[in-house]
């Protein structure tokens, strides 16, 4: 799927990083040609993505989607907690389901 708005993230962090395409692309360990597409809005893979992260210092939530540091955090924390409070019912109505069939007659 094109994303325009990731591909010009893509820019300008090769361009803040004072690379240019083919020195991004040596450092990620692809063809120019690849980065030539990331910055049409094609896709990049989840390697290539954290060799650039590492190499210009953003993050791969501020290339995907344009998030700053710490934006979402809340969001993980929240569907975390969310999670473990269903892990726990679940196991709790699995208790009362052994207790209810050991009851039986």
């Known amino acids: ?17 004072g690379l240019t395409q083919s020195e991004a692309a040596t450092a990620c360990g692809v ?7 990331w910055l049409a ?3 990049i893979a989840e390697d290539s993505l954290a060799q ?3 190499l210009t210092g953003n993050t791969p939530a501020w290339i995907r989607y344009g998030m700053s540091p710490g934006e979402g955090e809340a969001d993980d924390r ?15 109505i699995t208790r009362a389901i052994a207790e ?6």
């Open 41 to 43: 809005g094609g896709e």
């Open 78 to 92: 929240f569907v975390a907690g969310f999670a473990a409070g269903k892990a726990a019912a679940l196991a709790s």
């Open 100 to 105: 209810i069939e050991r009851c039986k007659i």
């Open 1 to 17: 799927m094109q994303n325009k708005a990731r591909g010009a993230r893509i820019r300008e962090a090769i361009k803040k990083a």
């Open 52 to 54: 650039l992260c590492k």
């Open 31 to 37: 063809a120019r040609k690849s980065v030539v597409l």
